[in-house]
């Protein structure tokens, strides 16, 4: 939540952060700003909305100057307008700060500097942080610090630092130091891109795309101090360390819409090759199972787990529910799939095998984060499903599988989903194979797997359908989605693809549950979506279905193609190829992605960028 940027080095720094910016739009579009520091000192502009609202702010308005920091945000304190956006301003324009995180003690710390005469403006944390620093400034200058070293800036965010409780991204510049720039970072991530004579300065790697490679990213506690000839990194406690610079894979192509309207759609049409990507390299063919480079694991120890827990939000913690029935199918080992946010304050007894992994696709989930560390402190190897390379869960498991599934922009996550069940899938294989499952059940597995691209391609072709069904229901307030085992959090995954990019109230559920409360909402306005493929729960969800049509609720079913007994009892069907129960998710959640996007789009709503939401969740 909230992005920031910021560059130093010999080129005009405007159009380098706005850049930065767009591409940094999906963790927040509440407001955007930047602050340019040039001979004349630090120019401000900032704006409520879109970076593009900012753009035209620096068209009328231009900021020369070669050293800056800009901000995208999703608003926590302060409701979204221009005097909430960032960069804020501390003391009499002495330092300029741009923020990501949340600062918990933040009206405390406020109560104190306005008491000692500080003026606040807005009602954002951040501000506090401003002024909080410019007056250890001014304090330090008071006690005899030379004001022209940069050392007296350095000491006065060291013990600005110090006071705050929370989580912070930091970009900071010092009207007197105009050579300047510097980050800090605590809980929220912070990456440097190393170029020739300049720096740059991102929450995630996708404003370096397509000015360098090299990447350092920083460590909580850490600061950096940047100039255009070069970098220095300190931790709090362990102080300077060398700054080791890795290299980035992504290219600027991975971002582009590629022809598509909105990223959204262009990200479900990739489905079949990042399911694909997930796969590659990953089987074992002669043995019949399915291995990992990042494990970090031997077989012994694996083999002595006895219990795993998926830890997640959203979306991931859906793929963590498939994960739940797909391990303890293969593999028989229990598995309890436990929300991030919860887990984090909770104290499970966790027996000494118990192995935790995390599932996120950004891997900067601040309540994902907070889980895996409280799951490290106790002593469990703790690893990682993620998708983003570099990131911080990534870097700070024990180990892990990254999704391979390229960068996703559109808000609403749709190929992460899908990629996140074809590695739980590999896994519960994986551990499968490393007990009791048979050499020909893995190579069905297997086999089974490797079409999937394939299936997913044909499920796909239901596009044109879907988009007349939304057409028909476009106008829906409330809409049920029906699904069992495998799914069931299909299901909970249309509800909330629906709900969060076309505001449309949906719930999901077990269909069986259905009857014990929710069948009260069922009328001849509240559409019910079936998940009812051919399989193993075919018989038993037909029925739950009959049991919603004898009330005169409308039914749209997901069925499999050549199904003509659903024909004649859903008002609407919509056809995916058949394929076994346990990969059932991957092409049943192709039309309810895709009924999202269009119910949304035929409903004006910005597809990419739904109200009230990020894509990267930071802040508790
Ligand atoms: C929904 C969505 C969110 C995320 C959730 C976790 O479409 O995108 O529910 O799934 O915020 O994010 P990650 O996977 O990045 O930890």
């Not at 729960?537 to 007994?565: F, Q, T, W």
Request: with cysteine; hydrophobic share 40%; glycine share 8%.
């Amino acid at each position: 939540m909230c992005g920031i940027v910021g560059y130093v080095g010999h080129r005009p720094a405007a159009e380098i952060l706005l850049e930065g910016l767009r591409r940094l739009e999906y963790r927040g579009y509440d407001s955007a700003g930047v602050a340019i520091q040039d001979v004349q000192g630090i120019s401000i502009r900032k704006k409520a909305g879109r970076v593009s609202e900012l753009a035209g702010l620096l068209a009328e308005q231009p900021c020369a100057g070669s050293l800056g920091i800009g901000h995208t945000r999703w608003a926590t304190h302060g409701p979204a307008t221009d005097v909430n956006s960032h960069p804020h301003v501390g003391g009499n324009g002495e330092v300029v700060v741009v923020h990501n995180g949340v600062i918990e003690n933040y009206s405390t710390l406020r109560d104190q500097l306005q008491a000692i005469g500080y003026v606040f403006h807005s009602a954002t944390d951040t501000e506090v942080v401003a002024h909080l620093v410019a007056h250890h400034l001014e304090e330090q200058i008071r006690l005899g610090k030379d004001p022209q070293d940069q050392q007296t800036a350095l000491d006065a965010i060291e013990l600005a630092l110090r006071k705050l409780k929370g989580t912070y991204g930091l970009g900071i510049l010092f009207r007197d130091f105009p050579d300047l720039l510097i980050a800090a970072r605590l809980g929220s991530p912070l990456v440097v891109g190393v170029g020739k004579g300049e720096y740059f300065l991102a929450s995630d790697a996708s404003p370096l795309v397509g000015h360098t490679d090299e990447v350092v990213y920083l460590s909580d506690h850490e600061m950096v101090v940047l100039t255009a000839q070069g970098m220095s990194l300190k931790h709090r406690e362990t102080g300077a360390r060398a700054p080791s610079i890795q290299t980035l894979e992504q290219t600027s192509q991975d971002t582009d819409l590629n022809g598509f309207e909105h990223y959204m759609l262009k990200e479900i049409f990739e489905q079949p090759q990042t399911i694909e990507n997930a796969m590659r390299g990953r089987f074992e063919e002669e043995e019949a199972t399915s291995r990992f480079g990042g494990l970090n694991l031997t077989v012994q120890q694996l083999r002595r787990v006895d219990r795993i827990v998926l830890t997640a939000c959203g979306t991931s913690w859906h793929a963590g529910l498939v994960g739940e029935y797909l391990i303890e199918e293969f593999a028989r080992i229990p598995v309890e799939v436990e929300y991030a946010s919860e887990l984090r304050y909770r104290n499970p007894p966790l027996s000494e095998n118990t192995m935790v992994f995390a599932i996120t696709q950004s891997g900067e989930t601040a309540d994902t984060l907070a889980a895996l560390r409280e799951c490290q402190r106790k002593g469990h190897p703790t690893l990682a499903i993620c998708n983003v390379v570099g990131s911080t869960i990534a870097r700070e498991a024990d180990g892990g599988i990254y999704l391979h599934a390229g960068p996703e922009v559109g808000v609403a996550s749709t190929k992460a989903f899908t990629s996140q069940v074809t590695v739980l899938t590999l896994l519960a294989l994986h551990l499968g194979r490393l007990r009791h499952m048979s050499h020909p059940a893995g190579k069905r597995i297997i086999n089974n797997l490797q079409a999937m691209p394939e299936m997913v391609r044909q499920a796909l072709k239901c596009h044109d359908a879907v988009k007349d069904i939304a057409k028909k229901y476009q106008g829906i307030s409330d809409c049920l989605y029906m699904g069992r085992q495998f799914n069931f959090p299909v299901a909970l995954e249309g509800a909330l693809k629906l709900k969060e990019i076309s505001y449309i109230h949906a719930e999901g559920y077990p269909a069986a549950e259905m009857k014990h409360g929710p069948i009260a909402l069922i009328d001849e306005h509240t559409p019910s979506i079936f998940i009812v493929p051919k399989g193993a729960m075919y018989h038993k969800v037909m029925s739950n279905l009959e049991e919603v049509k004898a009330r005169r609720g409308p039914i749209i079913a997901v069925a499999c193609e050549g199904d003509k007994k659903l024909e004649a009892l859903a008002d609407d069907v919509i056809y995916v190829p058949e394929v076994e129960d346990f990969l059932q998710p991957l092409v049943t959640t192709i039309p309810l992605q895709l009924f999202a996007y269009h119910m949304a789009l035929l409903r004006g709503c910005n597809v990419d960028r739904p109200r009230n939401l990020a894509k990267s969740v930071t802040v508790e």
